[in-house]
């Protein structure tokens, strides 16, 4: 596991990160997810999310609305 800082000149936010093996990154990221709540598990996907389907969330929405009507005539006990 190796830790590194990087920071520039022009940036005001620290980043912090760790090496680690994909086995070893599997089992921190199980803790990193136990120890938050539902609400932080949630934003987390959300933002994935936004970030995977980036283009399809500044699509226009639309809706469709359907009414249907019962016949008058129509016998329902036969």
């Known amino acids: 596991m190796h830790r590194f800082n990087t920071m520039s000149e022009n940036k005001k936010?620290?980043?912090?990160?760790?090496?680690?093996?994909?086995?070893?990154?599997?089992?921190?990221?199980g803790e990193y997810y136990a120890h938050i709540t539902w609400k932080e598990s949630a934003e987390n996907v959300e933002k994935m999310r936004q970030s995977i389907w980036s283009k399809e969330y500044l699509l226009p929405r639309s809706k469709k609305i359907f009414i249907a009507h019962l016949n008058d005539d129509r016998d329902d006990v036969e």
């Open 13 to 29: 936010i620290e980043a912090i990160g760790i090496k680690l093996s994909f086995a070893a990154a599997e089992e921190h990221e």
